[in-house]
T-cell receptor, first 115, second 114 residues
């Protein structure tokens, strides 16, 4: 049981390049999330998927797109990377249930640098 | 909108000393509240949670937190800090509505001196 896995762990991009961050969970969770973490800013929600087949914008969605490929996988795409997107990106998931749906399990993160 | 404030950006304590990390929230009703810990280079791990009932909740690693409605607070405590507790701690509140989002505070970095 690996929990939430993210690839790659590190990435350096040049401005204007595109890339996709991959996330997968093996806990049969319905909901998945993408966050970015910047110094002094805490975690900010980029996009989330409450269930397979649905996605919604979070607090900072501009410059990103997402795909909920199936129940296990939720990818984040940067179409044209900008230096402002330099950050650590975390994927998370949660199950169903009145209270359990709020308990999020996090992956180890992807550290992205855009030059 | 829901919000979370962690007034202390950085706290330093000596090993063996007691610890209290502060968290204040803004929410229209009784919220669901959480504390997460992030060790260096790692993802976040859930320490404890409050949904309802007893206002003093116990978590992993010897941590506890107390929900005080009158003060809109959910402070994290530990009686005796270990060097391995050095990490960043995040308080979070459910964002409300029909989705399952959390709103996180900006975090408190804990340094433990030997």
């Amino acid at each position: 049981n690996a929990g939430v896995t993210q690839t790659p762990k590190f990435q350096v991009l040049k401005t204007g390049q595109s890339m996709t961050l991959q996330c997968a969970q093996d806990m049969n969770h319905n909901s998945m999330y993408w966050y970015r973490q910047d110094p002094g800013m805490g975690l900010r929600l980029i996009y989330y998927s409450a269930s397979e087949g649905t996605t919604d914008k979070g607090e900072v969605p501009n410059g990103y797109n997402v795909s909920r490929l199936n129940k296990r996988e939720f990818s984040l795409r940067l179409e044209s990377a900008a230096p402002s997107q330099t950050s650590v990106y975390f994927c998370a998931s949660s199950t169903t249930g009145l209270e359990a749906k709020y308990e999020q399990y996090f992956g180890p993160g992807t550290r992205l640098t855009v030059t | 909108a829901q919000s979370v404030t962690q007034p202390d950006i950085h706290i330093t304590v000596s090993e063996g000393a007691s610890l209290e990390l502060r968290c204040n929230y803004s929410y229209g009703a009784t919220p669901y509240l959480f504390w997460y810990v992030q060790s260096p280079g790692q993802g976040l791990q859930l320490l404890l949670k409050y949904f309802s009932g007893d206002t003093l909740v116990q978590g992993i690693k010897g941590f506890e937190a107390e929900f005080k409605r009158s003060q809109s607070s959910f402070n994290l405590r530990k009686p005796s800090v270990h060097w391995s507790d050095a990490a960043e701690y995040f308080c979070a509140v459910e964002s409300g509505g029909s989705n399952y989002k959390l709103t996180f505070g900006k975090g408190t970095l804990l340094t433990v001196n030997p």
